[in-house]
């Protein structure tokens, strides 16, 4: 049976660096055996121009019926005067909201051949390969009540932490579970010296522990772990975390590898749906000119297979010929220095992934 996969190239540099992934994915689904059927949508302002709405019905409708979701990036400053309800980024929140996709994957990796491009020093971030799980659908962004009103005269703004124990112990199994296949660590992150939602996460955390005896637990406070990420990196094998906390360590996390066209990311949800994003973004400013480094995308696309498709070869493939490629110094403006200067552009490093994969 074929497994579906439903691409959005959205927009900017969406579509360009979809082309040269869609070809390492084929090329990937040929070495490993196995059967991909592609069906193309819009999504954010390329449908918002098409069709008046960020997430088309007939959008929504494939992603549902499909095995999972690649998607080149949405927004840019033409649609910045709309209203926030009609604006490209609703259609990646109606995304994750209607798939159900609870659990944001960001890893942090980097390329040996890639040391200097970190702000780090070469030894602490050389070979990094952290991976940072953040619940995607709770905690303080989605809590009730939330608002501004006036109190006493004056206006105040509040929101809401809070979390269920389903909640917690749906992400922190995910969790264990990657951390399992990978170096056997898991670092849970919370506050839980000050904030009792925290605590409740770590007393879930802590009692579903022992389901996992192959994998080493520790605890961390948040602004330890924003510390720890840029003092020695490597300590970290996988974080799993709350929505806000994911949110701004990941980020950190991200820039520890020099260059966020580098960076994939992955969103899950039950069932082993996923949707499959590099982290950079639209890029307005070079959208056009074929100069987007598309190794975000084809990375996204080593991840999709790994956790959708359930073809480690395929994804091991595409991660071996990325590196093979930087080994051999080619390279893409934004990861370019004085010894690679910029020497291809975004269908050209996909070419050479592609000759790598022979």
Same mark, same amino acid.
């Given at each position: 049976?074929?497994?579906?996969? *439903?691409? +959005?190239? =959205?927009? !900017? ?6 082309? &040269? ?5 084929? @090329? ?37 019926s499909?095995?999972? *979701?690649? +998607?080149? =990036?949405? !927004? ?6 709309? &209203? ?5 980024? @609703? ?17 942090a ?28 659908? !709770? ?6 009540p ?28 995910v ?39 192959d ?43 020099g ?22 973004g ?34 091991d ?36 992934i ?5």
């Amino acid at each position: 049976m074929a497994h579906r996969v *439903v691409v +959005l190239p =959205g927009d !900017g540099i969406g579509p360009e660096v979809m082309g &040269p992934a869609i070809e390492v994915m084929n @090329k990937a689904s040929e070495i490993a055996g196995i059967s991909i059927e592609t069906e193309e949508a819009l999504v954010g302002g390329a449908a918002i121009d098409a069709e008046g709405s960020p997430l088309p019905d007939s959008t929504l409708a494939a992603a549902r019926s499909a095995d999972a *979701v690649l +998607l080149g =990036g949405v !927004g840019g400053p033409k649609w910045d005067d709309l &209203p926030v309800e009609q604006r490209p980024e @609703k259609g990646l929140l109606g995304l994750r909201q209607e798939l159900g996709l609870f659990a944001n994957l960001r890893p942090a990796m980097l390329f040996a051949p890639l040391a200097q491009a970190s702000s780090l020093k070469s030894e602490l971030v050389a070979d990094l390969d952290i991976l940072i799980i953040r619940e995607l659908t !709770g905690g303080i962004y989605f809590g009730e009540p939330r608002g501004i009103e006036v109190r006493d005269n004056a206006r105040v703004g509040f929101n809401t932490l809070i979390y269920s124990e389903h909640e917690i112990e749906r992400i922190t199994r995910v969790g264990f579970d990657l951390a399992g296949k990978r170096g056997g660590r898991l670092c849970s992150v919370d506050k839980a010296n000050v904030l009792d939602s925290s605590q409740l996460w770590r007393e879930v955390v802590m009692r579903i522990a022992p389901d996992y005896p192959d994998v080493e637990l520790s605890h961390m406070y948040v602004d330890n772990a924003a510390m720890q990420l840029v003092r020695a990196p490597k300590q970290f094998d996988v974080i799993v975390t709350g929505n806000m906390f994911g949110d701004i360590l990941s980020d950190c996390a991200a820039m520890l590898t020099g260059s966020l066209g580098m960076l994939p990311s992955a969103s899950l949800a039950s069932g082993g749906l996923g949707l499959y994003e590099p982290v950079h973004g639209t890029a307005p400013d070079i959208a056009g000119q074929n100069l987007a480094n598309p190794l975000a995308t084809i990375l996204s696309v080593a991840m999709m297979f790994r956790y959708s498709l359930d073809s480690a070869r395929a994804a091991d493939a595409i991660e071996t010929a990325v590196g093979a490629a930087l080994d051999a110094g080619f390279r893409t403006a934004d990861i370019a220095d004085e010894d690679h200067p910029r020497n291809v552009n975004t269908a050209e490093m996909g070419q050479q992934i592609l000759e790598r994969m022979e």
